[in-house]
Structures are given as structure tokens and as C-alpha cells.
């Protein structure tokens, strides 16, 4: 089986912009029309979450959505990268969203853009987005070793898997009486929905109401994610770990404000129960794992069958540590997070939050989405581009803008800022002398803060 791509897409539907648009608006300083790339591509992908041979899904998705901000002046601001993985079985379908990076440039005007509801509004949107129109760009090829099976699941003759299929099927109709029989199907292709239902999988487990839905990260100090050498700039804000945690855990609540059945967890490797408990943003929160199922004890299922292998993702890189090892079906839940506790990356004072969510998200609500499809190809390449910068060399960065308006399929959306921005009233501004600076860091790129003498 391959995917093919049909080209690109723009989001849209009745020429109607406005919904992500005016919610981005509001964060924006106005009166400055901001400029917005935002671009999404969608693959197959191999499983996330290894699951023995009985339970494994039939099919599963990889999206990447990518957005950048420039200033009306075409200075790049912030990105945000983002990946969800729809899996699907023959009962169900689940959604694993997965915030990989956030950065800001340290470009920005003081008080230009803020920041928190910026991501919280593009967060609320990405998770909005319907499962059907996350995969409605792909298209199956079907290759030989693939047609016995689709055929033997075929229950309607809706689509022809061959020229000789159609064949049979005419001379069938034909002998009984009907002689104007047309093939209403490519027999090279098969869209995305009926692909979906020769594998039995239901049209109405597609549906928002129906999708269990994850939002997952962690929080770790680190210079920058997406913008080299943007720590040198003066307006790069800084957190220390736990302000960042704390940021990230007020910012969820707001994403995951109005879900359905939705249950927060937070763990803090190394940290004792009561300890995690000061962090929580609200009452509804929980100590421990999104990734913990309840149906499932921490004696009978390893820890691979249940933790998802996400790019860049510390947890991800230990069951890859236990594969090598030889000892990835031998190690269950309880003993997993032992052992990631003592591992390197959590053993050095490093408040590592792990933050995950579920729940069932409200439908989508406007027939909107303002966001441009690329091809794989593409997509990789653009974000190349944009990672590949020195964003301390306004000599390397200033043409970003243009050459991310030349690439082939790209586009952007224009948002006039409607904020009244912060009043900074008496604060200190980043061109003061003093050697000291105190900079709030509102996203993952953050350097650890020395503690005061007491």
C-alpha cells in the first residue's frame, strides 16, 4: 500500500477566515497586520504505541502542523510545532497530540505579541481539527499483494481494486439485464473513507464526539528549540524549570478548559507526591501518567504497550534504551518510571514536568480551518529552513520571509492585531543596563536561573 498526494490544500470552506484568524487577532498589538504561515501535511506512520499482535490497529496517521508569526515589519516571532497521530481500530479511533517544540525569536517588541494565549488559542484549534479533514489529503494506492485481502473485504460494489475486477463485475451485470454499467471509482485508487470501510471501520467512529483525544508534553530547560542561536537576543525570555512548568500547566488548563470525560495528570520524575501537588493549576488535576491505563495493571502489560515512542521525547528514547537492552517486554509500567527517574536527563536538579490530558474535545464549530496542505517533501524542507537560521545574524535571518513566500505551495494569512498590549507601565525595558535583567521565558527554551542566598 502507498499514499499518494493530490496536490495542496488550503482549509477553507465558504471563503469564511475569520474563526483562527480573529482568535489569534486578540493577542496580537494592533494596529499592525502580522503576517502567518501556517502549514500541516499529513502520512502514514508506523505505530506510536507498540501494542501485542491481537490489539493492533489497522491503520495509523501522522499530522504535522507548523505555524510561524512574523511581525508587520516581516521579523519572525514564534513557531510552534506540533504533531497528532491519529490510530485506528475497528471499533475506535484515538487521537494522540503531541506538542514537540515552541520558541520564541527574542526579536519581538516587548509587549508585541502575548504569547501564552497566542499558543493557547492555536492549541484549542489544533485539537479542534476533525479526524476526517486531518486525512482527507491522502489516497491509497493498491498494489498487487494488497488486493486479495481488500477484495475478500469488500462487501459492496462500490470500488474496483482492478481492471479485471470491474471486468467481472460488468459481465455480471450485463448477464442479468443491466448493460449500462460504469465504473464510478478509479481502479487505480481508493479515497480515504472508502479505504476506511473495506478495513470495517465505521464513518461514525470518525466523528469528534467519538475520538478519545490525548494532549501530551514535558517541559525542559533548554537554550532554544526552533530558532538557533536566538538565546544571544536581548528580548529572549527566561524561566527557570519550574516557572516553565508552571506556565505550560496554566496554559493546558485553558486548551483543555471545555473537553468532556477530560482527566489531567502531571509527574515530576524525582519529585514526591505532595511536592507535584503545588503545581497543580486547578483541583481537577492528578498525579501520575495520561499513559497509565486503568484497564490494565502495571504487573500484566509492559510498559512499551503503553508509552508512546514520540519524536525528540525523553521517554520515547529510554523504550528505545530497553529494546537494545534486550529487556523491552520484561519491563512494566511501575518499574518504567523508576528507572526513567534515575536516568540522566531527570537526575541533575532538572524540573522535567510530563504533562498529559484526556478527554473527548467539543466539535469543531466553525466550517474554517485556515491552514495550507503541503507534501511531505515540502513540509521537510520548510521547516529545514526555518531551523536551519542564525537568529543573532540579522544578516542570515532577514530573508526568511522571502524565501519562505518563493517555496513552491506556500502561503501565508494576514492578521491585523486587535490587542491593546500589555502596559509596561515603570518595568524595566530589555535596552536598560542593568547586568541582571529579569526576563519571563513563556515557552520551552529556557536557561536555569541561580538561586539566591537566602
Same mark, same amino acid.
Given at each position: 500500500?502507498?499514499v499518494?498526494?493530490i496536490?495542496?490544500?488550503?482549509?477553507?470552506?465558504?471563503?469564511?477566515?475569520?474563526n483562527?484568524?480573529?482568535?489569534l487577532?486578540?493577542?496580537?498589538k494592533k494596529?499592525g497586520?502580522?503576517?502567518?504561515?501556517?502549514?500541516?501535511t499529513?502520512?502514514?506512520?508506523?505505530?506510536?504505541?507498540?501494542?501485542?499482535?491481537?490489539?493492533?490497529?489497522l491503520?495509523?496517521?501522522?499530522t504535522?502542523?507548523?505555524?510561524?508569526?512574523f511581525?508587520?515589519?516581516?521579523?519572525?516571532?514564534?513557531a510552534i510545532?506540533?504533531?497528532t497521530?491519529?490510530?485506528?481500530?475497528?471499533?475506535?479511533?484515538?487521537?494522540?497530540v503531541?506538542?514537540?517544540?515552541a520558541d520564541?525569536?527574542?526579536?519581538?517588541?516587548l509587549?508585541?505579541?502575548?504569547?501564552?494565549q497566542?499558543?493557547?488559542?492555536?492549541?484549542?484549534?489544533?485539537?479542534?481539527?476533525?479526524?476526517?479533514?486531518?486525512?482527507?489529503?491522502?489516497k491509497?494506492?493498491?498494489?498487487?499483494?494488497?488486493?486479495?485481502?481488500?477484495?475478500?473485504?469488500?462487501?459492496k460494489?462500490?470500488?474496483?481494486?482492478?481492471?479485471?475486477?470491474?471486468?467481472?463485475?460488468?459481465?455480471e451485470?450485463?448477464?442479468?439485464?443491466?448493460?449500462?454499467?460504469?465504473?464510478?471509482?478509479s481502479?487505480?485508487?481508493?479515497p480515504?473513507?472508502?479505504y476506511?470501510?473495506?478495513?470495517?471501520?465505521?464513518?461514525?467512529?470518525?466523528?469528534?464526539?467519538?475520538?478519545?483525544?490525548?494532549?501530551?508534553?514535558?517541559?525542559?530547560?533548554?537554550?532554544?528549540?526552533?530558532?538557533?542561536?536566538?538565546?544571544?537576543?536581548?528580548?529572549?525570555?527566561?524561566?527557570d524549570?519550574r516557572?516553565?512548568?508552571k506556565?505550560?500547566?496554566?496554559?493546558v488548563?485553558?486548551?483543555?478548559?471545555?473537553?468532556?470525560?477530560?482527566?489531567?495528570?502531571?509527574n515530576i520524575?524525582?519529585?514526591?507526591?505532595?511536592?507535584?501537588?503545588?503545581?497543580?493549576?486547578?483541583?481537577?488535576?492528578k498525579?501520575?501518567?495520561v499513559?497509565?491505563?486503568?484497564?490494565?495493571?502495571?504487573?500484566?502489560?509492559?510498559?512499551?504497550?503503553?508509552?508512546?515512542?514520540?519524536?525528540d521525547?525523553?521517554?520515547?528514547?529510554?523504550?528505545?534504551?530497553?529494546?537494545?537492552?534486550?529487556?523491552?517486554?520484561?519491563?512494566k509500567?511501575?518499574?518504567?518510571?523508576?528507572?526513567?527517574?534515575?536516568?540522566?536527563?531527570?537526575?541533575?536538579?532538572?524540573?522535567?514536568?510530563? #504533562? @498529559?490530558?484526556?478527554?473527548?474535545? !467539543?466539535?469543531f464549530?466553525?466550517?474554517n $480551518?485556515?491552514? %495550507?496542505?503541503? +507534501? &511531505?517533501? =515540502?513540509?521537510?524542507?520548510?521547516?529545514?529552513?526555518?531551523?536551519?537560521?542564525?537568529?543573532?545574524?540579522?544578516?542570515?535571518?532577514?530573508?526568511?520571509y522571502?524565501?519562505?513566500?518563493n517555496?513552491?505551495?506556500m502561503?501565508?494569512f494576514?492578521? #491585523? @492585531?486587535?490587542?491593546?498590549?500589555? !502596559?509596561?507601565?515603570?518595568?524595566?525595558? $530589555?535596552?536598560e %543596563?542593568?547586568t +541582571? &535583567?529579569? =526576563?519571563?521565558?513563556?515557552?520551552?527554551?529556557?536557561?536555569?536561573?541561580?538561586?539566591s542566598?537566602?
Open positions: 500500500m502507498t499518494i498526494d496536490g495542496t490544500e488550503t482549509f477553507t470552506e465558504n471563503n469564511d477566515w475569520t483562527l484568524q480573529d482568535m487577532s486578540k493577542h496580537l494596529p497586520k502580522y503576517i502567518f504561515f501556517n502549514n500541516y499529513t502520512k502514514l506512520s508506523v505505530p506510536v504505541i507498540y501494542k501485542p499482535k491481537k490489539e493492533k490497529a491503520l495509523i496517521t501522522k504535522t502542523h507548523f505555524c510561524l508569526l511581525s508587520p515589519q516581516k521579523v519572525p516571532l514564534l510545532e506540533v504533531y497521530y491519529c490510530t485506528f481500530y475497528k471499533d475506535r479511533v484515538e487521537r494522540l503531541y506538542v514537540s517544540k520564541t525569536t527574542g526579536l519581538q517588541k509587549g508585541e505579541v502575548n504569547v501564552g497566542f499558543i493557547v488559542e492555536y492549541m484549542k484549534w489544533v485539537c479542534q481539527i476533525p479526524v476526517e479533514t486531518l486525512i482527507s489529503n491522502l491509497f494506492k493498491n498494489d498487487n499483494s494488497n488486493q486479495p485481502k481488500l477484495i475478500e473485504n469488500l462487501t460494489d462500490k470500488i474496483f481494486l482492478s481492471e479485471t475486477h470491474y471486468a467481472l463485475y460488468r459481465l451485470k450485463i448477464a442479468s439485464g443491466e448493460v449500462n454499467v460504469q465504473m464510478n471509482k481502479s487505480n485508487t481508493i480515504y473513507l472508502e476506511l470501510e473495506l478495513l470495517g471501520i465505521d464513518r461514525i467512529n470518525l466523528k469528534t464526539e467519538n475520538v478519545k483525544t490525548k494532549l501530551v508534553l514535558f517541559t525542559r530547560s533548554e537554550g532554544q528549540y526552533l530558532f538557533p542561536e536566538s538565546i544571544k537576543n536581548k528580548g529572549k525570555h527566561i524561566l524549570g516557572e516553565l512548568l506556565w505550560w500547566l496554566k496554559n488548563d485553558k486548551i483543555t478548559k471545555n473537553w468532556s470525560q477530560c482527566n489531567r495528570f502531571l520524575l524525582n519529585s514526591e507526591e505532595r511536592e507535584i501537588i503545588r503545581y497543580f493549576p486547578s483541583s481537577e488535576w498525579v501520575g501518567s499513559y497509565d491505563d486503568p484497564l490494565l495493571t502495571s504487573s500484566a502489560s509492559p510498559a512499551i504497550y503503553q508509552i508512546p515512542l514520540l519524536p521525547d525523553p521517554k520515547g528514547r529510554f523504550l528505545e534504551h530497553l529494546i537494545v537492552e534486550g529487556r523491552v517486554k520484561k519491563v509500567c511501575k518499574q518504567y518510571w523508576q528507572e526513567l527517574a534515575i536516568r540522566q536527563e531527570f537526575s541533575f536538579g532538572a524540573i522535567v514536568g510530563l #504533562i @498529559g490530558v484526556s478527554g473527548i474535545v !467539543n466539535e464549530q466553525s466550517k $480551518l485556515q491552514s %495550507t496542505y503541503l +507534501k &511531505p517533501k =515540502i513540509m521537510k524542507h520548510v521547516t529545514e529552513l526555518i531551523t536551519s537560521k542564525d537568529y543573532f545574524d540579522k544578516s542570515d535571518w532577514s530573508s526568511l522571502d524565501e519562505l513566500s517555496i513552491k505551495d502561503k501565508h494576514d492578521i #491585523i @492585531g486587535s490587542w491593546e498590549g500589555k !502596559n509596561v507601565g515603570t518595568k524595566r525595558t $530589555l535596552d %543596563t542593568d +541582571k &535583567p529579569v =526576563i519571563i521565558n513563556t515557552l520551552m527554551c529556557v536557561k536555569s536561573r541561580k538561586k542566598k537566602q
